[in-house]
Nanobody, 120 residues
Framework: QVQLVESGGGLVQPGGSLRLSCAASGSISSIATMGWYRQAPGKQRELVATITNGGSTNYADSVKGRFTISRDNAKNTVYLQMNSLKPEDTAVYYC??????????????WGQGTQVTVSS
């Protein structure tokens, strides 16, 4: 079982920045992919960005050039630096991992979510 704890959400004005963090814990053998998804009210959850254990990244078109995903493999932690935030970035942001636990198989885990609100 992998536990994910997110932090860093909050209220920010348009054009501002926030940095989200997500730490994974548990009997982790390896983490293949870490990522961030978001869900706005009345909308489906959507991919924001992912990063593999080799450092390959993937971004939603709507955040390219503004958001940067990174990870610290030694700490099993993934970060999302969000710059030039827009009101349409307002959502609950969820951390996601594809990981293998000791003695187990690959499985997906989700964090509890952290609210990001962009408003003046």
């Amino acid at each position: 079982q992998v536990q994910l704890v997110e932090s860093g959400g909050g209220l920010v004005q348009p054009g501002g920045s926030l940095r989200l963090s997500c730490a994974a814990s548990g009997s982790i053998s390896s983490i293949a992919t870490m990522g961030w998804y978001r869900q706005a009210p009345g909308k489906q959850r959507e991919l924001v960005a992912t990063i593999t254990n080799g450092g390959s990244t993937n971004y939603a078109d709507s955040v390219k050039g503004r958001f940067t995903i990174s990870r610290d493999n030694a700490k099993n932690t993934v970060y999302l630096q969000m710059n030039s935030l827009k009101p349409e970035d307002t959502a609950v942001y969820y951390c996601n991992t594809l990981a293998r636990v000791v003695g187990g198989s690959l499985s997906t885990s989700w964090g509890q979510g952290t609210q990001v609100t962009v408003s003046s």
